[in-house]
């Protein structure tokens, strides 16, 4: 028998039969949860996003949630980031399937090990707020350069390593923004927070609770529809970058290499293709013209969305995005 950990299930949800190690996880719908969090916090957190990412849909989930299905059952996110929308679904909908994916290493790696690891990784991330707390201005400084400059891609590190330094970084970066060069490495610079709070335990053991028996998978977008047939999906939420309204106002190289004209056409391909197979999708991106013409024939709704992300601060403010769907809303 399993050791029944006093986990109250989280609003909507019922508890799930973890398998950690396995990226393959899949959902069972009766069991306890397996989890290596402690359980003192297990009712007082609501699952969400611990990781604050570029285009981050946390404060849009109220414009967007009369669009969804009431009825999700098995569902797939091909462009995760932050988990906004995963989050928010897994603790509303009785999902019985969940599968999320992206085309960033470090994104995946950092579910999986939320997902499986979670202890160890507060363990890691201890260690990071311990050094980096107890250092000068200048010498945490010096500590954010060192940690940076220990990519993945050049130095031998563990999953748990490479997800505390992701996190690490993510909490003490200028505006707390993940934003990558061309090769894939991390190079936001240094901020200034007082006193950061690194390991956010409860954040991080709700995250973890929530993802028990998620697919995450790193992939390509394009492969989203062979997914949703293997899977059966029967609901796609897709949040691409956006593409730039001007040819400065938007950022989107999340992930080495950048969001184009043709991957932004080959994505309408793949909605096109769902809606053939039957699938129900809402996706997000920007108000303009080509998106309106990428996705003509599908119902189109404006949202207003904060514009963060602007070093200038008179430019913030809203502007429109667009939601775009293949079914009726309520
Ligand atoms: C707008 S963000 C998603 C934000 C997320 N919805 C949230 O709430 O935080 C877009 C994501 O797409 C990923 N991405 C970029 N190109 C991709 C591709 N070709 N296939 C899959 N994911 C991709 C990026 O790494 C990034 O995490």
Redesign the pocket.
Known sequence: MPTRPQLQPLSGLRPVDAQPGRSTARLRIVGAAHTDAHPRTATTVQAG?FLK??????RLLGQLEPMLPADVSRYAE????????LFHLRATRPLTRAFV????PE?VNVYTVVRDRVGDLCAALDEHEAAYLARSEEGRKAYFYEVRAQHPMDHEQTAVERAARMIFLNRTCFNGLWRENRSGRFNSPHGRYANPRITRRETLEAAHRALQGVEVRM???RDLPTTCREQRVDFVYL???YHPISATSSFNA??AGQ?RER?QRALGEVCRELDRMGVRFVLSNSDCPLIREIYDGFSQRIIRAPRAVNSNAAKRGAVNELAVSNFEVR
Do not use: I, R, S
């Open positions: 996003p990412w570029v285009g981050g849909k946390k091909p462009f995760v980031g932050g988990g906004a929308m994916a992206d085309a960033n994104v992939q390509d977008f949040d691409p970058p999340y992930a969001f991957d």
